[in-house]
């Protein structure tokens, strides 16, 4: 389940999250900052002076823009009488103020959403496109992120899969998302897919998945007119777009503990075997499996997405495409992917 932690004091930041992860993944806000997280699923806690009038008005601003959120949870120290009064007025729906409190309430909450069953999106989703737009946010805001999310988005995505299958991912993905954040979605879906059916250990189902997380992550650098784009880039528009791996490779390199197989998979997974790729024009013997891998789950993805302007590719046709870029895609890697490209 989602926490977004809203606060006016970065160092409870570090807190919160030792306190509730893993088994909730925290969303982090400061009031007064510009980032905002996209999703308006899981749990709004607000830990925050209500005695400062900025601070309440700087909450307003956030209620309207989480307002959708039902659960409004409010940390008020000693249950201060005049404060929890002042968090019912802004919204709350429970009033907390010990850690122990904080988990029990929590709890109830996750429970509760469980028995419902209302949710017509899974979590797995609403959790790792929440997670996609935070990284996204972040970068955009010149702040770094934090490996933990994209693994947390990953083994979101890979769970979803080994329990519910690809097809179920995707037509789900497809209906409830667009653009950037559909196209991750689909990649790191196709890719774990794919890494299922030709039986890779789970080691490597995560770090294929993890690369399929951060592939595209320099697109936060790319401007907004030239990712939504509606139909074909013009030749400077698209010069633009190819400097996304190299600017994702930039952003992620001096991240402690991203691997040199995420690095390559970011860097070079628009690369074909033929050397008419880009951004090194690498050929076959530099191109590792992985990316090879990556590749080809990334066309796919990319050939089935729904656009506003163009409806999905079916998945037959799509597969036809792939192959028939012959020279450019492994042969067997190709023939290999035809289940999880043509499973029901």
Known sequence: MLVHFVTDEPNKIPAIRAMLEPRYHIVPRLLGASDTPIASNGVLMVDADLRKMARVEQIKIVLRELGSIPEKLFVVQNHVRSLVAQAYALGATAVVSRPREIVSKLAQIAAKATQSGVATVSPEITNSATVFA???????????????DAEYATA???DSIARNGLSAWLDEVRLYHEGTFQHCLLVTGVAVGFAFDIGFAGPDVKRLGMAATLHDIGKAHIPLSILDKPGSLDPAEDEIMRRHPVIGYELLKDIPDVGPEILDGVRHHHEYLDGSGYPDALTAPEISDLV????????????IESRPYRPAMPRENAYKILCGMEGKLER?????????????
């Open 134 to 148: 935070a990284m996204f946010s972040a970068l955009q805001a010149g702040k770094a992120i934090r490996l933990s």
């Open 292 to 303: 090879r891998l990556l590749t080809i789950s990334d066309i796919f993805a990319a050939l």
């Open 156 to 158: 979101q995505i890979i």
């Open 332 to 344: 067997s890697l190709v023939k290999a992917f035809r289940k999880a490209a043509l499973a029901a």
